[in-house]
């Protein structure tokens, strides 16, 4: 009897092995710079304090696109002192500094050359600055203010957009005046001054909470604190920083408010070099 055929070989499978599955870690967190908003006094005039009143613009009168670039703002000025500035903007754009508030000041000189004036709402602030860096602030015993806010109407009319634009205007809103510009060396980068202006608040009212805001590096540092304080920012590496301060709410969130937040980038540079 012949033998058996072998059984034929099993069938190989060409299918490859299914892949490996690797875990990728996870992203590595930067970590978290020794930024710090320090606390800084106002300092405090043994003098009168000085107040200011925008007598042009006019309340309630429109300016002609045409004219806005030239067009002169004039203030008042009472108990001025050599050792005192004008500090002026206009919307958020950075501030000037002026020394002499009695001189008429050209309008066009408060926005950056490469951008022309747009017609519409456009909101001015002026404040005394002092030798230090710091604005004065309003005391609890006077009826007029160190600082003047006046907003207007650049353009043909338009009289129901006008009403609710100066109505938010007049609103809770915020004026951010420092910092600005650029920063150069350790020194003047651990000298980063904020100050800023709360507006709108109803007298008698309850002073409301401010959100202070730096972006360095895609990582936010964050502080509340009060309508009136003032901070030195310190420890920011070289680059350029987002600068935000918002008005909160009653229920602590940021408010709502066309005007109640303002922003503007810095730029410190650690390694540049002191002339």
């Known amino acids: 009897m012949p033998p058996e055929p072998a059984p034929p070989p099993a069938p190989t499978s060409s299918a490859a092995p299914p ?4 875990a990728e870690p996870p992203p590595l967190q930067a970590a978290r710079l020794p930024i710090a908003f320090e606390p800084v006094a106002r300092a405090a005039r043994s003098s009168a304090v000085p107040q200011l009143e925008v007598q042009s613009p006019i309340l309630g009168k429109q300016i002609e696109l045409a004219r806005a670039q030239a067009y002169q ?11 005192l500035n004008l500090v002026m903007l206009l919307d958020d754009y950075p501030p000037r500094v002026f020394s002499d508030p009695q001189k008429p000041i050209a309008m066009g000189l408060l926005w950056p050359a490469h951008r022309e004036l747009e017609p519409g709402l456009h909101r001015l602030f002026a404040a005394v600055q002092l030798p230090d ?9 006077q009826a007029r203010a160190p600082f003047a806010y006046l907003p207007f109407w650049v353009g043909p009319d338009a009289e129901s957009l006008e009403a609710d634009a100066m109505r938010e205007a007049n609103g809770p809103s915020l004026v951010l005046l420092t910092p600005r510009g650029t920063f150069n060396g350790n020194a003047a980068a651990d000298q980063v001054l904020l100050d800023y202006q709360v507006l709108g608040i109803a007298p008698g009212a309850l002073e409301p909470k401010v959100k202070v805001e730096v972006i360095v590096e895609r990582q936010s540092y964050e502080s509340e604190l009060g309508a009136s304080d003032v901070r030195r920012i310190t420890g ?5 920083h987002l600068v935000r301060v918002s ?6 969130q940021p408010s709502s408010g066309r005007f109640a937040s303002a922003s503007r980038v810095i730029t410190v540079n650690r390694d540049a070099p002191l002339e």
């Open 247 to 252: 008005l909160l709410g009653a229920d602590g």
């Open 19 to 22: 892949p490996r599955v690797v």
């Open 236 to 240: 920011l590496p070289s680059g350029d």
């Open 133 to 141: 860096g710091t604005t004065l602030e309003r005391g609890s015993d």
């Open 73 to 83: 703002i004039r203030l008042k000025a009472s108990s001025w002192s050599k050792d």
